[in-house]
């Protein structure tokens, strides 16, 4: 069975940072491009960071491109999310979802884990 | 960046009908756009890739089509189950971006 389970989610006040974690399990994790999407209280989502397989490409929002930094441990399966910077418009459940294929985007989602930033 | 407007915003029906989500790419995109559903509390679920392939597991009363700037979600015989919110994801080029999603209440 597919899992992915994040953790990390925090009250963090602003300017601090975080790292969430993504433990993947059930399916190759090396052989899978990875995202990092996030959702505001009561808003819409909001795509992050993505990261390919082999680590190789990398991409980010430009609302966190800068702040935040994507990675993955084949090793653990399992991604990452480095926060820095952190503001208050970074207050979201943050999810990591599976891309199935290049035509197959964020097939499969975690649970999602809460970042709230505030002092 | 690519812009996805999706209407209407809300959108109220009964048990057994049929509804019909719009969305809009500001440019072209191909077939690269996927339509998630997402429950209150819950994380979103994929539902359709590649504007019309369903995924596994996904019943056939959900069906997409389009390509280019134009694409709909159709959703047949809708059950209690069905009523949450739709977003649509275009993923021709970075940054990946969502519309602002779809509300399914039940009238």
């Known amino acids: 069975e597919v899992q992915l389970v994040e953790s990390g989610g925090a009250l963090v006040k602003p300017g601090g940072s975080l790292t969430l974690s993504c433990a993947a399990s059930?399916?190759?994790?090396?052989?899978?491009?990875m995202n990092w999407v996030r959702q505001a209280p009561g808003k819409g989502l909001e795509w992050v960071s993505s990261?390919?397989?082999?680590?190789?490409?990398?991409y980010y929002s430009d609302s966190v491109r800068g702040r935040f930094t994507i990675s993955r441990d084949s090793a653990k399966n399992s991604l990452f999310l480095q926060m820095n910077s952190l503001r208050a418009e970074d207050t979201a459940v943050y999810y990591c979802?599976?891309?199935?294929?290049?035509?197959?985007?964020?097939?499969?989602w975690g649970q999602g884990t809460l970042v709230t930033v505030s002092s | 960046d690519i812009q996805m407007t999706q209407s209407p915003s809300s959108l109220s029906a009964s048990v057994g009908d049929r509804v019909t989500i719009t969305c809009r790419a500001s440019?072209?995109?191909?077939?690269?756009l996927a339509w998630f559903q997402q429950m209150p509390g819950k994380a979103p679920k994929s539902l359709i890739y590649?504007?019309?392939s369903l995924q596994s597991g996904v019943p056939s009363k959900f069906s997409g089509s389009g390509s280019g700037t134009d694409f709909t979600l159709t959703i047949s015989g809708l059950q209690a189950e069905d009523f949450a919110i739709y977003y649509c994801?275009?993923?021709?080029?970075?940054?990946?971006?969502f519309g602002q999603g779809t509300k399914l209440e039940i009238k």
């Open positions: 979802a599976r891309d199935n294929s290049p035509f197959s985007p964020s097939d499969f």
């Open positions: 059930g399916f190759n994790f090396n052989s899978f491009s």
């Open positions: 990261i390919s397989s082999s680590s190789e490409y990398i």
């Open positions: 440019q072209g995109i191909s077939t690269y």
């Open positions: 590649g504007a019309s």
């Open positions: 994801q275009q993923y021709h080029s970075y940054p990946y971006t």
